[in-house]
């Protein structure tokens, strides 16, 4: 094994001592970020999981640069690493993506971008204001953009984390690689506020702030509410003390990250979150406690965030979504759902296409500017029509059994548990955003979705039979003193 990774080696650092002698020195520092860690990653692909969850939320800060794209190199070199080790290692059973991500998300999409492919060049013709649209809505490059970079990452991903966690004895350890994710995008979010040139109220009109950081605010808000579900049940759970004070701390500071994007629809997938803790702790004591959390935050928080989540909130405020082209309450959401809207019945049963809104009448008529409804189940209805609708609705709902049932998983311990509680609930959160927000389509805002799904499908339930706990190896998990005797009573016939 050692000298196929070295014969494997010697050509590339041939290659890269040669192009490092050539190069500038911004793309040589940008070259090693993306190659170096490719020997530790090819040692134990692992490495590329724990590299691949701080980069992938990340991956639209990175200075874009023709044949170094560092996501490229790491998905790579993490499934050439993990293929190696799976045929020259028989002992891990490999953890398959369920049948229900595949006819549930992957078949429909491949559906979706078949049919897109005679209207990609229409949107060089609706975005004529778009500098390099020639480029975008080329159809190749269309088709790798918003179909197979996608589903490649992300679903890549989750496969990927899902056989890192099996292999690992201490599973848990990757909840707190989620919260280092967290708080390390908590920092262009801070810094952004911090050096904004005009006054926090004048921040909040300007929803672009943070678009320099390479994501919506809306996108940030979504991610980091996503990250804050799990966080909050460990926090508040049967978690062991040193874990729950962590994931307190670790929970604060994101939560005022998502503040801090004046995302209403972040802010909302948190409150769905919080909602879901106090019905599964119906305890007085936590009843108190976030209620006076809750007064604490009403008296402290900044006039511009009070002014943020009150935004709309006033008489005939609701009346206006149908009538103003932009009303303060929706931002113009409605409207443009009651442009869209006919366009499912054009192709009612299986939609018009990937990101059909961009070859929308509305959009060719100009009364709509958006590629994209601002509404996921729009959208979904619009590309994938009420085919496709059903069958991600069917692998969403296939997601939720899966989390609930491992949350209640006596083989696993407290931590894996809170952790899947809180990622069903984040989950829930993300899903009533999503009337509000955009791309159903793998993204950097889902990572944390795609990390917990990932998490998920490492686990045999203890109620759900399957081949992989039988053949999963000596060192995989569970890894918790309580986890392990309920799994060895499981498997003996005893009790634990």
Request: net charge positive.
């Given at each position: ?48 999981v724990v590299l691949l969850t701080l980069a992938l939320p990340a991956s639209t800060m990175v200075p874009p640069l023709r044949g170094l794209n560092v996501l490229n190199y790491l998905i790579f070199a993490t499934l050439a690493a993990f293929a190696l080790r799976a045929a020259f290692d028989r002992r891990h059973a490999v953890a398959w993506l369920p049948g229900p991500v595949w006819w549930g998300f992957v078949l429909p999409a491949t559906m979706g971008i078949v ?8 949107g060089a013709r609706n975005y004529p204001a778009l500098a390099d649209a020639r480029a975008i809505y080329e159809p190749t490059a269309y088709v790798l953009s918003r179909y197979v970079k996608p589903l490649l990452y992300w679903l890549g991903y989750a496969f990927l984390l899902a056989n890192a966690v099996r292999a690992s004895a201490r599973p848990e350890r990757f909840i707190a690689l989620l919260a280092l994710s967290a708080l390390g995008l908590t920092l262009p ?308």
């Amino acid at each position: 094994m050692t000298r196929l990774l070295t014969a494997l080696l010697l050509p590339g650092a041939a290659a890269l001592g040669a192009a490092l002698a050539l190069w500038p020195p911004g793309k040589v520092l940008l070259a090693l970020a993306a190659l170096l860690p490719l020997p530790l990653i090819l040692r134990d692909f692992r490495v590329g999981v724990v590299l691949l969850t701080l980069a992938l939320p990340a991956s639209t800060m990175v200075p874009p640069l023709r044949g170094l794209n560092v996501l490229n190199y790491l998905i790579f070199a993490t499934l050439a690493a993990f293929a190696l080790r799976a045929a020259f290692d028989r002992r891990h059973a490999v953890a398959w993506l369920p049948g229900p991500v595949w006819w549930g998300f992957v078949l429909p999409a491949t559906m979706g971008i078949v049919l897109a492919w005679p209207h990609i060049p229409e949107g060089a013709r609706n975005y004529p204001a778009l500098a390099d649209a020639r480029a975008i809505y080329e159809p190749t490059a269309y088709v790798l953009s918003r179909y197979v970079k996608p589903l490649l990452y992300w679903l890549g991903y989750a496969f990927l984390l899902a056989n890192a966690v099996r292999a690992s004895a201490r599973p848990e350890r990757f909840i707190a690689l989620l919260a280092l994710s967290a708080l390390g995008l908590t920092l262009p979010v801070f810094a952004t506020v911090a050096r904004y040139p005009g006054t926090l109220t004048e921040l909040v009109s300007d929803r672009e702030f943070l678009s320099p950081r390479g994501l919506h605010a809306n996108d940030f808000g979504l991610l980091l509410a996503m990250a804050c579900g799990p966080l909050l049940f460990l926090a508040g759970g049967q978690a062991r003390p040193r874990w729950r004070l962590a994931a307190g701390a670790a929970l604060a500071v994101v939560f005022c990250g998502v503040l801090m994007t004046f995302s209403r629809g972040g802010m909302l997938a948190c409150l769905v979150t919080l909602g879901g803790f106090l019905w599964h702790h119906r305890r007085l004591k936590t009843m108190v406690g976030v209620a006076a959390a809750a007064l604490v935050f009403a008296l402290a928080a900044p006039q511009a965030v009070q002014e943020r989540l009150g935004t709309g909130l006033r008489a005939g405020a609701l009346s206006d979504t149908t009538q103003v082209e932009h009303d303060d309450l929706t931002a113009g959401r409605v409207h443009g759902w009651t442009l869209l809207a006919p366009e499912v019945l054009d192709s009612p049963w299986i939609g018009s296409g990937l990101g059909s809104t961009q070859w929308s009448a509305a959009v060719s008529a100009g009364l709509y500017r958006a590629n994209h409804p601002h509404n996921i189940y729009l959208e979904l209805l619009m590309d994938l029509g009420l085919l496709g609708f059903a069958a991600v609705v069917a692998c969403y709902a296939f997601f939720m059994r899966r989390l609930r049932t491992l949350a209640a998983d006596p083989a696993l311990g407290a931590e894996m548990r809170s952790f899947f509680l809180g990622a069903r609930w984040a989950l829930w959160g993300g899903l009533a955003m999503a009337a509000t927000t955009a791309y159903y389509m793998p993204n950097p805002a889902q990572t944390f979705l795609w990390f917990g799904l990932g998490m998920a499908f490492a686990f045999a339930p203890a109620s759900v039979p399957a081949r992989a706990a039988v053949q999963a190896p000596p060192d995989a998990i569970p890894s918790s003193g309580t986890g392990r005797r309920a799994a060895a009573a499981a498997a003996g016939g005893g009790r634990p």
